[in-house]
């Protein structure tokens, strides 16, 4: 059944949703992005205001601080998903392919092939 919370089978082609992120999705996005540094220019390809992110990073020293709270402020716009996260991830300022397949794997239960073998 394709229509579970959070399972999606996709092809990197696809922009498919699967459900909006919740509040108590923060500490599963922030662990998935935990190697990606760029917190801010994350929340720029997220959309998250320039104001909020300009107030998060006078706010807070650490940058995984500032990483949690832009996240935490991206979800709680209401139209957080993981697709979303992923195209970011992707976008050519960011360009961190890698990330975003490890989180379509682990998140979206993405099947990608690792020369030509599919991994489940």
């Known amino acids: ?3 579970s919370e959070h399972t999606c089978w996709i092809d990197s082609q696809t922009n498919c949703d699967c459900g909006i ?3 108590s999705d923060t500490s599963d996005v922030l662990r998935a992005t935990a190697n990606e540094s760029r917190w801010f220019m994350l929340g720029v390809e997220l959309h998250v205001s320039h104001a909020t992110l300009e107030r998060i990073k006078l706010d807070y020293r650490q940058a995984q601080e500032c990483q949690y ?3 935490h402020a991206w979800i ?3 139209n957080a998903t993981w697709s979303k996260l992923i195209a970011a991830l992707r976008s050519p300022v960011l360009g961190n392919l890698q990330l975003a397949q ?3 794997v682990k998140y979206m239960n993405v099947k990608t092939e ?3 073998t599919p991994v489940m």
């Open 1 to 3: 059944d394709l229509s």
């Open 21 to 23: 992120l919740e509040e």
């Open 69 to 71: 709270h832009m996240l």
């Open 76 to 78: 709680s716009s209401g």
């Open 102 to 104: 490890e989180i379509e």
């Open 114 to 116: 690792v020369n030509n």
